[in-house]
């Protein structure tokens, strides 16, 4: 779910932060699980309620049931068009950036608070 220009810009935030392999990748799923939960706030008024259930007993568990995740993301798939999610997810993105490294920025240095924001701002 993390890849592409979105996992530039965490990555890139990453290097400016210093973290190591195995922090960055701890950092980059905590990320993501952010990012699902937020993303499917819009998304869910258009799965069944027997959808929405199952996405809320579930968001938190790390065993899931595979199959029935993929049922629920063809869903998505279906009840939207692929220009809708893009935005969604893009824009998504963007509020979870902001709000992730706003906390951040207040406790570096001049130098990195000011890389950290170029990078959320050029996305």
Not at 14 to 26: A, H, Q
Not at 43 to 65: C, P
Request: proline share 2%; net charge negative; charged share 35%.
């Amino acid at each position: 779910m993390i890849r592409g220009d979105y996992k530039k810009v965490l990555w890139q935030i990453f290097d400016v932060l210093g973290l190591t392999e195995p922090e960055r990748e701890e950092a980059a799923e905590k990320f993501k699980k952010l990012f699902a939960a937020d993303l499917l706030v819009p998304l869910q008024d258009r799965l069944s309620r027997e959808d929405q259930e199952w996405i809320i007993e579930n968001m938190n568990n790390i065993d899931i049931d595979r199959d029935r995740a993929l049922e629920i993301q063809r869903a998505i798939k279906n009840a939207f068009s692929e220009e809708e999610i893009d935005r969604l997810s893009r824009d998504t993105f963007k509020v979870i950036l902001v709000r992730y490294t706003s906390f951040m920025i207040n406790k570096l240095d001049q130098e990195k608070s000011s890389q950290i924001r170029r990078i959320v701002d050029s996305f």
